[in-house]
């Protein structure tokens, strides 16, 4: 399981009350993982942009928790890694400043 933030629950409530409903075990989106990388093919030569896969959402999403300065097994928890070593390997090049700042607030300690 992963929370969503509120936004997000209220705009999937409002999207199943626009389909009728769904039972317990129904699908709330009516498209496979494929049909959705196909469309953001097309909508992307359409607007000539560089295709994006449907994963590169998930790259999107852990950058910005990175971004965010949320701690790295938190963001590990979230993309379900099994370990917090897979999400440093993947997203590690995305920390480049991290010693600086860290160095920096140490250094801010001391003076007080």
Do not use: C, W
Not at 2 to 20: E, Q, W
Not at 30 to 46: D, M, V, Y
């Amino acid at each position: 399981k992963v929370a969503i933030p509120k936004f997000l629950y209220d705009d999937i409530l409002h999207y199943i009350s626009k389909l009728g409903g769904i039972g317990n075990n129904e699908r709330i989106f009516l498209f496979t993982k494929s049909t959705l990388g196909r469309e953001f093919k097309r909508i992307a030569a359409q607007a000539e942009l560089e295709p994006i896969r449907v994963h590169d959402l998930r790259h999107s999403h852990a950058s910005m928790l990175i971004n965010m300065g949320e701690e790295i097994i938190e963001i590990s928890r979230r993309l379900g890694h099994e370990s917090v070593k897979t999400t440093s390997d993947t997203y590690g090049h995305l920390y480049p400043d991290k010693d600086i700042k860290l160095a920096s607030r140490i250094n801010d300690m001391k003076r007080e």
